[in-house]
T-cell receptor, first 114, second 115 residues
Framework: DTAVSQTPKYLVTQMGNDKSIKCEQN?????MYWYKQDSKKFLKIMFS???????INETVPNRFSPKSPDKAHLNLHINSLELGDSAVYFC?????????????FGDGTRLSIL | GQNIDQPTEMTATEGAIVQINCTYQ??????LFWYQQHAGEAPTFLSY????GLEEKGRFSSFLSRSKGYSYLLLKELQMKDSASYLC????????????????FGRGTQLTVWP
């Protein structure tokens, strides 16, 4: 069974559209994360939730809105997509943001804006 | 701010040993992680250091010197499948506020292993 799964794997859409990416983890972890990896492979934190509570809200445009309906799910909604949003978005989870247990990553969502 | 530096690219031949260095400057220190990322795939955890010294795990070892803000990942008996990007990530001190729970990643070192 996949530990951290995110859908869709590929997302191709036009500028101005609104889209969502979903993430689920079955590891029983309390903390989940969204990262953005740009074309130069730089992996940067966007958001983190611990047990449905937002704990990290990095400097990200308001067009990006995360939602965590329960601690096993963390979704990312993006409004009014722009060319610069093209990237790979990774979901991750860890036992707790307070512990030094490693983060486990999903396979990524490749977002391409036309 | 946080600054994590590692070489962009390295090459080596099968069977050789390669050392990938990482230097960091962060607001406090609470651990350093190494991840491996194959092209088009998710980063996967390799090793974790929080105390000075060497951690060995099979063909891979990781070293940390906190006083120097320095770590390296040592890969022995290189195989073709080791061709990947290796990411160094630092966890700052988990104070309340802006650094809580964060991992800061370097840009990754793309390792190519030749036959």
């Amino acid at each position: 069974d996949t530990a951290v799964s995110q859908t869709p794997k590929y997302l191709v859409t036009q500028m101005g559209n609104d889209k969502s990416i979903k993430c689920e983890q079955n590891l029983g972890h309390d903390t989940m994360y969204w990262y953005k990896q740009d074309s130069k492979k730089f992996l940067k934190i966007m958001f983190s939730y611990n047990n449905k509570e937002l704990i990290i809200n990095e400097t990200v445009p308001n067009r990006f809105s995360p939602k965590s309906p329960d601690k096993a799910h963390l979704n990312l909604h993006i409004n009014s997509l722009e060319l610069g949003d093209s990237a790979v978005y990774f979901c991750a989870s860890s036992h707790s943001y307070r512990s030094n247990q490693p983060q486990h990553f999903g396979d990524g969502t490749r977002l391409s804006i036309l | 701010g946080q600054n994590i530096d590692q070489p962009t690219e390295m090459t080596a031949t099968e069977g050789a040993i390669v050392q990938i260095n990482c230097t960091y400057q962060t607001s406090g220190f609470n651990g350093l992680f190494w991840y491996q990322q194959h092209a088009g795939e998710a980063p996967t955890f390799l090793s974790y250091n929080v105390l000075d010294g060497l951690e060995e795990k099979g063909r891979f070892s990781s070293f940390l010197s906190r006083s120097k803000g320095y770590s390296y990942l040592l890969l022995k008996e290189l195989q073709m499948k080791d061709s990947a990007s290796y990411l160094c990530a630092v966890r700052p001190r988990a104070d309340r506020g802006s650094t809580l729970g964060r991992l800061y990643f370097g840009r990754g070192t793309q390792l190519t292993v030749w036959p």
